[in-house]
């Protein structure tokens, strides 16, 4: 059975979304090793395919600032893959922030229960963008004028700053963005691991002298004990919603609970959610958004807050 349901936020400048999976998938960070010439072959030309790759989107092998502090929260994976390992020192829980895609691919509480989902396809490599996690959907959520979900997950991400319990990125325009979307901007998505929840905040500014519009997501992935198990709550009662499964091409509809449960195939686009809350009573843990905040200057800033507890 698959759930797919996509969280809007009211207007047409910021967007939440939620991608469920039944399966509990472990972050896919850890490669095989090649045991053989034609292993050895293969990794030459897979390495060689993602030079190319980046080399296109106008970044190289590291996209980091140089410091100790970054230094030392920085890791690599078995394909040679960047990312941040943040350790909680009392409760031992952990996050993973890949700097590909600016990408969480896990975070584990105190308990030892993975909130976060890797597709077991995913290519770890660098060859592709990440497949799951919380991706990046920037400046433009699904089809549109530019490539589908925009172009935040394609790209190197810079480290700002990062501590054992917390890591900034940032992602400013380049050759390759400009290509698609000729404006100035400045991306910055904070991870902070406190005890007992991981908090991430999405913070967009217009660097330049004219607005533009956009669109923001998360395209979340999550390990969820059963699809029986889940309930999404919010300000679902009386919004319309798009059914993609229903009609030809999809229909319009509106919702008349408070809270979803699964009990089919769901392929759903749902405005002006600003609040959803999705409960696993499996596991007992609880994913939130508190908060989507526009500020002023024409609205070229907005916040994002996500809260898994």
Avoid at 139 to 151: K, T
Wanted: glycine share 10%; aromatic share 10%.
């Amino acid at each position: 059975m698959k759930l797919t349901l996509s969280l809007l936020a009211s207007g047409a400048l910021s967007a939440s979304a939620f991608t469920g999976s039944p399966l509990a998938f472990a972050p896919a960070s850890v490669s095989r090793p090649s045991t053989t010439a034609l292993d050895a072959s293969k990794n030459k030309l897979k390495i060689a395919s993602r030079t190319k790759w980046a080399e296109s989107r106008g970044f190289g092998s590291a996209g980091v600032a140089e410091s100790e502090g970054v230094a030392a929260g920085l890791m690599t994976n078995a394909d040679g893959l960047e990312y941040v390992k943040l350790v909680h020192p009392d409760t031992g829980a952990t996050s993973e922030v890949y700097l590909l895609g600016g990408v969480v691919t896990s975070y584990v509480d105190g308990d030892g229960q993975e909130f976060i989902a890797v597709r077991p396809d995913a290519k770890m490599d660098g060859s592709k963008p990440i497949s799951g996690g919380l991706s990046h959907c920037w400046p433009q959520f699904g089809p549109g004028e530019i490539q589908q979900h925009g172009f935040a997950r394609n790209v190197n991400w810079t480290v700002k700053s990062v501590t054992e319990t917390s890591v900034e990125l940032e992602m400013a325009p380049s050759d390759y963005t400009k290509e698609m979307w000729d404006k100035e901007f400045l991306c910055t998505f904070s991870v902070d691991l406190e005890a007992d929840q991981l908090s991430t905040k999405m913070f967009v500014e217009n660097k330049g002298e004219e607005s533009f519009d956009f669109q923001a997501a998360l395209h979340s992935y999550f390990t969820v004990s059963a699809l029986e198990n889940l309930e999404i709550s919010g300000s679902f009662e009386g919004k319309e919603f798009l059914n993609k499964l229903a009609g030809d091409g999809g229909e319009m509809q509106t919702e008349e609970r408070s809270a979803i449960t699964i009990t089919e195939e769901y392929d759903r686009v749902y405005k002006g959610i600003n609040d959803p809350v999705l409960k696993d009573a499996g596991t007992g843990k609880t994913v939130s958004v508190v908060g989507v905040v526009m500020f002023p200057k024409g609205l070229s800033q907005i916040l994002f807050i996500y809260l898994f507890s």
